[in-house]
């Protein structure tokens, strides 16, 4: 089992920055990918950005150029830098972490999530 907890969200202006982490435990040297999501009340999970234990990166359109995904495989973290944070931002945003095994699907673990609202 891997227990993800995610800090880092709060009240922000339309234009400024957060950091979001996330840190994994429990049996947290399996994971080997470990993406961002968020939820905005009444839509549907949104994934956001995605890490590979090589450090490879994926972002949605939406964010890229404004957020910025990294790890620290050391501390079983992961980050989120939010730049230029528009009000539509708002939402809950999730950990995931995948365990990948070999010949079946991945083990996926989410976090509770933390809540970022970006003010006008």
């Known amino acids: 089992q891997v227990q993800l907890v995610e800090s880092g969200g709060g009240l922000v202006q339309a234009g400024g920055s957060l950091r979001l982490s996330c840190a994994a435990s429990?049996?947290?040297?399996?994971?080997?990918?470990m993406a961002w999501y968020r939820q905005a009340p009444g839509k549907q999970r949104e994934f956001l950005a995605i890490?590979?234990?090589?450090?490879?990166?994926n972002y949605a359109d939406n964010v890229k150029g404004r957020f910025t995904i990294s790890r620290d495989n050391a501390k079983n973290t992961v980050y989120l830098q939010m730049n230029s944070l528009k009000p539509e931002d708002t939402a809950v945003y999730v950990c995931?972490?995948?365990?990948?095994?070999?010949?079946?699907?991945?083990?996926?673990?989410w976090g509770q999530g933390t809540q970022v609202t970006v003010s006008s």
């Open positions: 429990g049996s947290a040297f399996g994971i080997s990918i």
């Open positions: 995931n972490a995948r365990v990948v095994r070999a010949g079946a699907s991945p083990l996926m673990y």
């Open positions: 890490i590979t234990s090589g450090d490879t990166t």
